[in-house]
């Protein structure tokens, strides 16, 4: 069994395979890597997996396509494994009419996202940021707190992430409500405290917590416009972990400077966030620099190369893509 990691040498690649996990590997089989010092060419992809088996691919620092160019020579590629969670700007129509099977950490990142989610909305709704920066200051001000207990939560895409994050607010006994225009009230069912809207302007009315997890698609850009921004309600709490291209960001420092809603931003339609950017200056909104998921690398790694083991033993992949989920993911 070859094993091919499209992931060039430096800092990253090290905390998504450090030895240990490459040890598991080499029991497996014969590994190699993108030894380019950069993100590869198409080309020189399709070099690469003349002999693979199984390609593990990383995006962070860009990957290759993998289309009719990068996949000409892969006679025997069957697997790609990617140690990210969305496959949609890389993979294609191609790999999936060719029979290769994808997997993906999509579902071991979604738990540490909602739980990076949950974080935020306790800390923003205690204040917790504000608390911490008094003290530090000398000051013994207790500023206003809310409980995230009996809350009224607007999920904006329900995913894996929204699944998971459901899971997690059950001690809370909340109420939920759901736009989510790709799945059904029987979907639902394993969730009897959520109800699914039809649309998404009745469904960020009525939150008092609203959170994005829609996936970033040409029908999800700006899907919080000036216009749909208006109904959120005063005194709410947005959060966003999902992709930044979600919310017109201009129309949200608008609405933020009004002081009518407070927010938590993981995601930003720019990443790293520019230097005159506007959101920092405000004091209603706490930013974080795209950091919900970032827990243990390795473990992420480590979930592929058990989901590895799985296709070599000829065992139900766990951690599959199914082209219907490709079609729906972040590209």
Excluded at 172 to 183: A, C, G, H
Aim: glycine residues 6%; charged residues 20%; hydrophobic residues 40%.
């Amino acid at each position: 069994m070859n094993f091919f990691i499209t992931l060039q040498e430096g800092p990253l690649r090290d905390q998504f395979f450090p030895g240990n996990i490459i040890d598991k590997l080499n029991a497996l089989g014969n590994v190699s890597f993108n030894e380019q010092g950069r993100t590869m060419t198409e080309e020189e992809l399709a070099e690469s997996l003349r002999d693979t088996d199984v390609c593990i691919t990383h995006s962070w620092l860009g990957c290759p396509v993998f289309n009719e160019v990068s996949l000409k020579h892969a006679s025997r590629l069957k697997l790609i494994a990617h140690v990210c969670a969305s496959v949609g700007p890389f993979i294609t129509e191609q790999v999936y009419s060719r029979g290769i099977k994808v997997s993906s950490a999509n579902a071991i990142m979604a738990r540490y996202v909602a739980e990076g989610t949950l974080a935020y909305m306790l800390s923003s709704l205690r204040d917790i940021p504000r608390h911490d920066h008094a003290m530090k200051q000398g000051s013994w001000t207790s500023f206003p707190k809310v409980s995230l207990m009996n809350k009224k939560i607007s999920l904006v895409g329900l995913g894996t992430v929204g699944r998971y994050l459901l899971e997690m607010l059950k001690p809370f006994q909340v109420s939920v409500r759901i736009y989510d225009p790709y799945i059904t009230e029987a979907d639902l069912l394993p969730y009897p405290e959520a109800e699914l809207l039809s649309t998404l302007q009745e469904t960020l009315e009525w939150g008092e917590i609203i959170s994005l997890h829609a996936s970033r698609t040409k029908d999800t850009f700006h899907l919080l416009n000036s216009e749909m921004l208006r109904f959120i309600p005063d005194g709410a709490l947005l959060i966003n972990t999902s992709r930044g291209a979600l919310i017109d960001e201009k129309a949200l420092i608008g609405e933020l400077s009004k002081g009518r809603f407070r927010a938590v931003l993981d995601v930003f339609e720019q990443e790293p966030l520019p230097a005159d950017n506007d959101l920092p200056a405000l004091e209603n909104v706490i930013l974080q620099p795209h950091c919900a998921g970032d827990t243990d690398y390795a473990g992420y790694t480590q979930g592929l190369i058990e989901e590895i083991e799985r296709f070599i033993a000829g065992e139900p992949l766990q951690l599959a893509i199914p082209y219907k989920q490709f079609k729906l993911m972040t590209v």
